[in-house]
């Protein structure tokens, strides 16, 4: 059974940093590009930053410079350290695991980030 655990979110200031982490199971986590999706109410979900199986990351312009994707294959683990936050990446953000079949596609339960004065 695959599971993609998130955690880390919270509440922020506006300028502060939060960094989340996803812990996958069930799957060779090596062989899987892995990625942060977010959504806020009444919107598509949208890619944040992503990391291929060889360690090739990929962002959303509006993340660019603030925002870090990275991952550790001896912990299962993809991180995501978000800094100079704004009130506009108040989100849910997802974990997501696409299967190197193309077959399936894996996400976390979600987590909350609200940045807020």
């Known amino acids: 059974q695959v599971q993609l655990a998130e955690s880390g979110g919270g509440l922020v200031q506006p300028g502060g940093s939060l960094r989340l982490s996803c812990v996958a199971s069930?799957?060779?986590?090596?062989?899987?590009?892995m990625g942060w999706y977010r959504q806020v109410p009444g919107k598509q979900r949208e890619l944040v930053a992503r990391?291929?199986?060889?360690?090739?990351?990929d962002y959303a312009d509006s993340v660019k410079g603030r925002f870090t994707i990275s991952r550790d294959n001896t912990k299962n683990t993809v991180a995501l350290q978000m800094n100079s936050l704004k009130p506009e990446d108040t989100a849910v953000y997802y974990c997501?695991?696409?299967?190197?079949?193309?077959?399936?596609?894996?996400w976390g339960q979600g987590t909350q980030v609200t940045v807020s004065s």
């Open positions: 997501n695991a696409p299967s190197p079949s193309g077959f399936r596609n894996y």
């Open positions: 990391v291929t199986s060889g360690g090739f990351t």
């Open positions: 069930g799957i060779i986590f090596s062989t899987y590009a």
